[in-house]
């Protein structure tokens, strides 16, 4: 997803309170934040989207840039992703070294299995890293840890990934 | 890879809590479980032109002076003979209405045994936030009378043979 003018346009006038311009915000923003919460919070995904667009159209006014609207929305995300899966009680996973169970050809059921399997911080490092396309240091930052942290979770993550894919 | 990575999304009704926990000034929300199916709630509820008169008893007629698409101006003629011009999102299973002074707007998503629909309003107005009571009460009887219908009750779901 790309900043746009109308992204601009739409910041300003939420900004200045406008009912229509929130609620065209939330449209255009909620597929970006749907791909981040949807991989993190897995079934509890639309809770932490909701949590998300919560605080996003109520902290707007705060928003000083415009321009830096989505890194904005991003860490927004993240955190609400993290905190909403780690509360629930689905949060509880299988260890890290337990290869996921055999067989499904669904793709996408192999993927959805296999983030079942990390830990909520895991799986943000995962987004991240390979959805978001960060480097280490920007990753640390938006999950207050240390860039070590982020490389050994990721580290972990990927191996998890790699057992699920060589397990037949 | 993560092209298949799964996504979150949020139907109407998770959208219009999202508004109604965003909005600056006070506003009445509520939400509803109907006996009968998505299409049934829906076609009552997006006819506005019949339904704001019936459901707002401060509205004497609404009548919709511009299309384009989901995006409608809907000019609305008060009982005490007050006017207000409305920018209107309509689509199935959303609305969203605003003129200068007021907001209102719902949304439907199937639910096992019927539809949930939610409703919001509000005023724009300095000096709202006292008039909590007032907008429940109003909010109430709108509620109350948009589910009279014949359409939205149980029989309507469910025919004798």
Known sequence: MTFSNRHEDLVLAAQRGDPMALGELMESLLPYVGRICGPIALQDGPDAAQEAMIKILRGIRTLDNPAALLGWVRVIAVREAIRVASASTNARTAPLDEPPAPGDPELAVDIADTLARLTPRHRAVLVLRDIEGLDEREASQILSVEPGTVRSRLFRARSSFRKAWNHD | ?161
Do not use: K
């Open chain 2, 1 to 161: 890879m993560t092209d298949n990575w799964p996504a979150a999304d949020l139907d109407p009704v998770r959208r219009l809590r999202v508004l109604a926990a965003s909005l600056r000034f006070p506003v009445y929300f509520t939400e509803i479980v109907l006996p009968v199916p998505l299409a049934q709630v829906w076609a009552v509820a997006s006819d506005l032109e019949r339904e704001l008169p019936r459901c707002l008893p401060t509205v004497r007629d609404a009548r919709i002076i511009r299309a384009d698409g989901e995006r409608l101006e809907l000019l609305a003629n008060g009982t005490l003979g007050q006017r207000a011009r409305f920018d209107v999102v309509l689509r199935p299973g959303w609305c969203l209405m605003r003129s200068r002074f007021v907001l209102g707007a719902m949304a439907a998503v199937p639910e096992a045994g019927g539809t949930r629909f939610a409703s919001l309003g509000g005023f724009r107005l300095p000096g709202m936030r006292l008039a909590g009571p007032l907008l429940t009460l109003a909010g109430d009887r709108a509620m109350r009378a948009f589910t009279a219908h014949p359409a939205l009750t149980r029989s309507a779901a469910a025919p004798p043979e």
